[in-house]
């Protein structure tokens, strides 16, 4: 990456953390050109040098979230499209504390980021990255398993909903139960038993 090219970076990731502030208080719908500059310390200028209008920015900070939540997998974990195949499918279960561990650990470190993140999942476009997961990730796992098409969205809406449920649940607790105990709580409300078998 050159200099400008890392001055562009610097500033579109400045405007993408002034927006994730300005969400923690207030809607989207409400947040100005101008209040984004003001807060990223950057001209109104400098905004329209990056985007057409505040929903690309909106699309730019989703995208900076999930590439800073990647980052908390190590290779192997990232390359799951090669596990999806060579795995065996004893092997095909991402709901174990290697999977769940760096997902709350990262929530849990940018705890106000995704307070905000889910009450304002709508905007932040997440049921493009929900349809992504599914082609992706849920739809291969359950072609391995010859679970039938027509159910299969379901059972994908049913993992994550539940998912995302108890998160929000954890975030509007404060994150008082530890990363391990809330690992726990997913995996028991999915295999209905807890992991040391009692």
Same mark, same amino acid.
């Given at each position: 990456?050159?200099?400008?090219?890392?001055?562009?970076?610097?500033? =579109? /990731? +400045?405007?993408?953390?002034?927006?994730?502030?300005? #969400?923690?208080?207030? *809607?989207? !719908? @409400?947040?100005?050109?101008?209040?984004?500059?003001?807060?990223?310390?950057?001209?109104?200028?400098?905004?329209?040098?990056?985007?057409?209008?505040?929903?690309?920015?909106?699309?730019?900070?989703?995208?900076?979230?999930?590439?800073?939540?990647?980052?908390?997998?190590?290779?192997?974990?990232?390359?799951? =499209? /090669? +596990?999806?195949?060579?795995?065996?499918?004893?092997? #095909?279960?991402?709901? *174990?504390? !290697? @999977?769940?561990?760096?997902?709350?650990?990262?929530?849990?470190?940018?705890?106000?980021?995704?307070?905000?993140?889910?009450?304002?999942?709508?905007?932040?476009?997440?049921?493009?990255?929900?349809?992504?997961?599914?082609?992706?990730?849920?739809?291969?796992?359950?072609?391995?398993?010859?679970?039938?098409? =027509?159910?299969?969205?379901?059972?994908?809406?049913?993992?994550?909903?539940?998912?995302?449920?108890?998160?929000?649940?954890?975030?509007?607790?404060?994150?008082?139960?530890?990363?391990?105990?809330?690992?726990?709580?997913?995996?028991?409300?999915?295999?209905?038993?807890?992991?040391?078998?009692?």
């Amino acid at each position: 990456m050159n200099k400008s090219e890392s001055k562009y970076f610097n500033t =579109a /990731k +400045k405007m993408d953390k002034a927006l994730i502030s300005l #969400l923690e208080e207030k *809607s989207f !719908e @409400y947040i100005t050109v101008s209040e984004i500059c003001k807060r990223a310390n950057v001209n109104r200028s400098t905004f329209y040098l990056h985007y057409e209008n505040m929903g690309d920015l909106l699309n730019e900070t989703a995208r900076f979230l999930l590439d800073g939540f990647m980052a908390y997998f190590d290779d192997e974990r990232r390359s799951i =499209a /090669k +596990k999806l195949i060579e795995s065996s499918l004893d092997e #095909l279960n991402f709901i *174990s504390d !290697e @999977y769940l561990f760096p997902y709350l650990s990262y929530i849990k470190e940018n705890s106000c980021v995704f307070t905000t993140v889910l009450s304002h999942s709508d905007s932040f476009g997440f049921n493009d990255v929900f349809q992504k997961l599914y082609e992706n990730i849920f739809n291969p796992i359950l072609e391995r398993y010859n679970y039938p098409i =027509a159910d299969r969205k379901y059972a994908m809406m049913f993992y994550l909903n539940g998912i995302t449920a108890i998160v929000t649940e954890w975030l509007k607790d404060g994150c008082e139960k530890t990363i391990e105990e809330v690992s726990r709580i997913i995996y028991e409300c999915i295999f209905g038993l807890r992991k040391d078998g009692i």
